[in-house]
């Protein structure tokens, strides 16, 4: 992604937090509906910064993974 920038990745990546935090509710994890609106979301950013089409998509998957770990951990504590 070095084509991107890495001011560009900054910004991407401090806008997917926001993003996700927002999203992320207790129950996301288990309502499909939840996971599609912050899939939403995510491929809205990364459209708006330009990010390559052929790589949004394991951008996007990548995302919810950590954000579902996140999610997990902020449950645990």
């Known amino acids: ?10 910004l991407i990546a401090r806008e997917l ?9 207790i129950d996301w994890r288990d309502r499909e509906a939840a996971r599609a609106e912050m899939r939403i979301k995510i491929k ?16 996007i998957a990548l995302v919810i993974e950590q954000a579902r ?6 449950l645990l504590v």
């Open 1 to 10: 992604m070095t084509e991107l920038g890495d001011e560009t990745l900054k």
């Open 17 to 25: 937090v926001v993003a996700v935090r927002a999203s992320a509710t």
């Open 44 to 59: 809205t950013l990364l459209s708006k910064y330009r990010y390559p089409p052929d790589r949004q998509e394991s951008a």
């Open 69 to 74: 770990l996140f999610a997990d951990e902020l």
